[in-house]
């Protein structure tokens, strides 16, 4: 995941995370969606049957990278949950800010 990314620092910029740990993801921090202005604009099917980015879901943190700015971004596994009932769900990996990713079993994660 690193082969294209030299370091020439002492300070590590990554770090590998193995075996990976699993950690929750609040998708409203991960994926910033931009929905609609008006709720009521929005169809019923969709709302059914939309990709729902208020959950907060389990995922799997891979590897950690610090950005120019100093902020820490992880590379996580995790499912998007389809529909309003769970039918359904969008598997990816991807970079999230530290602030959407949370420990499993912490006292201090954002609760819903």
């Known amino acids: 995941m690193f082969e294209y990314w030299s370091d020439e620092f002492s300070e590590p910029l990554r770090r590998v995370v193995d075996p990976p740990k699993?950690?929750?993801v609040d998708l409203s921090l991960a994926l910033a969606p931009q929905g609609a202005f008006r709720k009521d604009e929005v169809s019923l099917r969709i709302k059914q049957a939309g990709l729902?980015?208020?959950?907060v879901v389990p995922g799997w943190l891979y590897a950690w990278a610090q950005c120019t700015?100093?902020?820490w971004i992880g590379l996580i596994?995790?499912?998007?949950?389809?529909?309003?009932?769970?039918k359904g769900r969008v598997e990816t990996k991807q970079w999230c800010a530290s602030r959407a990713i949370s420990e499993?079993?912490?006292p201090n994660r954002r609760r819903r």
């Open 22 to 24: 699993q950690v929750l």
């Open 52 to 55: 729902d980015l208020t959950a």
């Open 77 to 86: 596994g995790f499912a998007i949950p389809a529909g309003q009932k769970g």
């Open 104 to 106: 499993r079993d912490s």
């Open 69 to 71: 700015d100093g902020a």
